[in-house]
């Protein structure tokens, strides 16, 4: 009987995180941290999450601060029309889509975040 080698995991990388649980420093953030963020709160990131992710990294970029919900949901209706909106949003990160989104993405807690 021949054994099957085992998957490697990627190893896991030590973050500094603040008092909210948002990366110390964003400059550091990369799709690793991401996933191993969010797998420590219970979540594996799949393609609607990433693309809230990188829609949120996006706005903040260009604005300064993360979107609005209002936004993200007129947003996440033309990423997807047939299931966009809080909804949905909610179903992809129950605790919050806009703080979550920030969280995984390397980016401060809004400050308008409870």
Same mark, same amino acid.
């Given at each position: 009987m021949?054994?099957? @080698?085992?998957?490697?995991?990627?190893?896991?990388?030590?973050?500094?995180?603040? &008092?909210?649980?948002h990366?110390?420093?964003?400059?550091?953030?990369?799709p690793?941290?991401?996933?191993?963020?969010?797998a420590?709160?219970?979540?594996?990131?799949?393609?609607?999450?990433?693309?809230?992710?990188?829609?949120?990294?996006?706005?903040h970029?260009?604005?300064?601060? @993360? @979107?609005?919900?209002?936004?993200?949901?007129? &947003?996440?209706?033309?990423?997807?029309?047939e299931?966009? =909106?809080?909804?949905?949003?909610?179903?992809?990160?129950? =605790? =919050?889509?806009?703080?979550?989104?920030c969280?995984?993405?390397?980016?401060?807690? @809004?400050?308008?975040?409870?």
């Amino acid at each position: 009987m021949t054994e099957k @080698p085992l998957k490697r995991q990627p190893a896991m990388q030590h973050v500094e995180l603040d &008092a909210d649980g948002h990366l110390a420093c964003g400059a550091r953030w990369s799709p690793q941290i991401a996933r191993q963020l969010a797998a420590a709160d219970g979540i594996e990131l799949k393609e609607g999450h990433w693309w809230l992710i990188d829609f949120v990294r996006g706005y903040h970029q260009r604005y300064g601060n @993360p @979107p609005l919900m209002r936004t993200l949901v007129a &947003a996440s209706r033309q990423f997807d029309a047939e299931n966009g =909106g809080s909804r949905w949003l909610y179903r992809l990160f129950p =605790g =919050g889509p806009v703080r979550l989104a920030c969280k995984y993405g390397g980016l401060p807690k @809004p400050d308008w975040c409870l």
